[in-house]
């Protein structure tokens, strides 16, 4: 089993802050994808990365991809407080169509954007 | 389309008592997965079935069992519940042939006394 790192573990700022999530592992993962999770709810897929050095941009959310394939971060510029939720990294493990392919989640970081 | 549902939202249980959460999809996935959920832990793998009439143990297994009861259903059982069972259960699928995207139902939040 993949052990993901997440940091920080939980992260307040106010609406307009940059921040940077980070998800490491001593592992490499053949793709990583990161959820985000809002109170009540099950997380809901963001992106997928595949390729080490890749870049994905969605809106204010940048994902990379470490060169490695160890290790991917995720960039909010200027937060807004609908940004609040849990940010949850996951491995995945085994082929699209194996039977052995699941995710592994690392804890997650707990993020607050006050107005 | 409804997504994943799962039934019951809440239930607390007393220690030594059994009960069925029960999961269902409409979008005609094939892989099925049932996580736990605590405070600081992430989402842990409990059972998961890659197709129907195939289910294999995750990362905390003991103390749960499942059923793939047809395509669209998976149940996660409590024989004996147990207060370390406190969490929140939440259902998942994905259509097996296609790019990893894993749809999670709302969740089960289930308190054992």
């Known amino acids: 089993t993949q052990l993901l790192e997440q940091s920080p573990q939980f992260l307040s700022i106010q609406e307009g802050e940059n921040l940077t999530v980070y998800c490491n592992s001593s592992s490499v993962f053949s793709s990583l994808q990161w959820y985000r999770q809002e109170p009540g709810e099950g997380p809901v897929l963001l992106v997928t990365v595949v390729t080490g050095g890749e870049v994905k941009k969605l809106k204010r959310l940048t994902f990379q991809f470490g060169d490695a394939r160890k290790d991917s971060s995720l960039h909010i510029t200027a937060a807004q407080p609908g940004d609040t939720g849990l940010y949850l990294c996951a491995a995945v493990q085994g082929n699209s169509g194996g039977s052995n392919y699941k995710l592994t989640f690392g804890k997650g970081t707990l993020l607050t954007v006050n107005p | 389309n409804a997504g994943v549902t799962q039934t019951p939202k809440f239930q607390v249980l007393k220690t030594g008592q059994s009960m069925t959460l029960q999961c269902a999809q409409d979008?005609?996935?094939?892989?099925m997965y049932w996580y736990r959920q605590d405070p600081g832990m992430g989402l842990r793998l409990i059972y998961y079935s890659a197709s129907e009439g195939t289910t294999d143990k995750g990362e905390v297994p003991n103390g749960y069992n499942v059923s793939r009861l047809n395509k669209r259903e998976f149940s996660l059982r409590l024989e004996s519940a147990a207060p370390s069972q406190t969490s929140v259960y939440f259902c998942a699928s994905r259509l097996q042939w296609a790019p990893s995207e894993q749809f999670f139902g709302p969740g089960t939040r289930l308190t054992v006394l």
């Open positions: 979008m005609n996935h094939n892989s």
